[in-house]
């Protein structure tokens, strides 16, 4: 069964810094492209954050992060990471990972609150 857990969400100010974990059972994360989302403030829809693509790591991310956000992935631990940096009022959402190929297949996701 492929399970994912995403966790390092927390309050931090405006300007600071948080790094999410995804960590995943039943399935390498070597394999696949993985993908960050986060909610849409107001609804239930996902936005599109970040995506580190198998066998290449190369990475693409959303306009809106750009610059402040890197997604990584640690092929031994199964595990993606989302460093964010220069966190703003705007990026305040619950955030969760998943494989490119099931984007049905999510975590509980992890509460991210930036206060100004």
């Known amino acids: 069964q492929v399970q994912l857990v995403e966790s390092g969400g927390g309050v931090v100010q405006a300007g600071g810094s948080l790094r999410l974990t995804c960590e995943a059972s039943?399935?390498?994360?070597?394999?696949?492209?993985m993908d960050w989302f986060r909610r849409k403030p107001g609804n239930q829809a996902r936005e599109w954050v970040a995506?580190?693509?198998?066998?290449?790591?190369?990475?693409h991310y959303a306009r809106s992060v750009k610059g402040r956000f890197t997604i990584s992935r640690d092929d031994a631990k199964k595990t993606v990471y989302l460093q964010m940096n220069n966190l703003q009022r705007d990026d305040t959402t619950v955030y969760s990972c998943?494989?490119?190929?099931?984007?049905?297949?999510w975590g509980q996701g992890t509460q991210v609150t930036v206060s100004t």
């Open positions: 998943c494989y490119a190929i099931t984007p049905n297949l």
């Open positions: 995506q580190i693509m198998k066998s290449s790591n190369v990475t």
């Open positions: 039943g399935r390498p994360v070597s394999d696949y492209s």
